[in-house]
């Protein structure tokens, strides 16, 4: 019996024991121990990111075109009436100045009929006068005199007239400029009409060329500009916009534009082509990587990092320049976009920058 009595002392006091050791009150003290470290695990996760920082860039815009030369005044000399050359002054590549004989027809009866107009005004003013100093006395009618002042106008008509048909035997420079190639001689018959020669002034040359519509807000008169041409290379040469077309073509969707190139030395030639570039300064944009861009449904958006959290900021497109991208947006010179680890990011979502920003 007594034996019984101590296997039970026994048994209870392991209970006991057991119980002081892991029961409530240990696993009270161990919880209260653990609990710190549950607090640690429970504090946000910072999503890693690569970021640049964000920098400013003008978008200036240089289009190069090919235009078409022209002189910057150019006539075809044609004779007013027909006739014989006596003379030719005309020579490809001459240089002439305004108001130079370049070609006289024959014009002997034209000075004829300008001597006889002469006599005859003269006859007819005497005429005139002596009738006017007749009715003064009263020997002669009015009628009279009226008819022998007819006869005067007339005649000064008549000479104006002669004078007038001997001016068109003469082809005169109309302005500076070079005569091109002829095909008459001293000697030959021109018709009324006919094409004799070409006639340029190259002072400067005036160069055409087409450009999309959407530039037509940003080209202006007196815009500066640079030519290139294959007749003169390793050469460019500067002018200006003159004159810009008021309609665009509706089939090219494009604005015709004239620019006015001086030559001095004479290096130019009308007919060449020329390669036009024009500078369009434009406004100033955030210059962005492309990887920082992130396209969504229906818009454009960057990460961008402050406080070490992220948040989404809308942007627009506005081009592409050099790998990098200009954007149009809240953003300002030196921020930091993410441009690595994009994926899992949302907007407050802590980040942690990994390297310096490129």
């Not at 240089?95 to 007819?124: H, I, M, P, T």
């Not at 992220?310 to 200009?326: I, N």
């Not at 809240?330 to 407050?348: K, M, N």
Request: glycine share 6%; hydrophobic share 45%; with cysteine.
């Amino acid at each position: 019996m007594w034996k019984q009595c101590a296997i039970a002392a026994v048994i209870i006091a392991v209970g006991v024991g057991v119980w002081t050791q892991f029961g409530p009150a240990s696993s009270a003290t161990g919880s209260a121990i653990e609990q710190p470290d549950r607090k640690k695990k429970k504090r946000p996760r910072q999503a890693p990111v690569i970021v640049a920082a964000v920098e400013t860039a003008a978008d200036n815009l240089t289009v190069e075109v090919v235009g078409t030369g022209r002189a910057k005044r150019s006539v075809v000399l044609r004779s007013e009436t027909d006739g014989k050359i006596a003379k030719l002054a005309l020579a490809p590549g001459k240089r002439f100045s305004g108001g130079d004989v370049l070609v006289q027809l024959a014009s002997r009866e034209a000075v004829l009929a300008v001597n006889l107009s002469k006599a005859r005004l003269a006859e007819a003013v005497r005429s005139r006068d002596r009738f006017t100093k007749l009715q003064r006395r009263g020997n002669v009618a009015a009628a009279r005199l009226d008819e022998a002042r007819t006869a005067a106008e007339v005649a000064r008509l008549e000479l104006a007239q002669a004078r007038q048909r001997l001016t068109t035997r003469s082809i005169r420079a109309p302005f500076d400029g070079v005569a091109g190639l002829t095909e008459v001689e001293v000697g030959a018959w021109v018709d009324t009409g006919i094409a004799i020669a070409r006639y340029d002034d190259r002072s400067a040359i005036v160069v055409e060329f087409d450009l999309p519509e959407a530039l037509l807000e940003r080209v202006s008169l007196g815009m500066p500009l640079a030519v290139t041409t294959p007749s003169a290379a390793r050469q460019s040469f500067t002018g200006m916009v003159a004159a810009v077309d008021n309609r665009v073509d509706a089939v090219s969707r494009s604005i015709r534009v004239r620019a006015e190139v001086p030559n001095p030395d004479d290096q130019l030639r009308p007919g060449a082509s020329y390669i036009v570039r024009l500078n369009f300064p434009g406004k100033t944009y955030a210059r962005t990587p492309e990887l920082a861009v992130q396209y969504s449904r229906s818009s454009l958006h960057v990460w961008r990092v402050a406080d070490d959290k992220v948040e989404r900021v809308p942007v627009r497109l506005v081009r592409r320049l050099d790998g990098a991208v200009l954007v149009d947006g809240d953003l300002a010179a030196g921020d930091l976009v993410v441009i690595e680890g994009t994926q899992r990011l949302r907007p407050g979502v802590a980040v942690q920058v990994l390297g310096d920003a490129r």
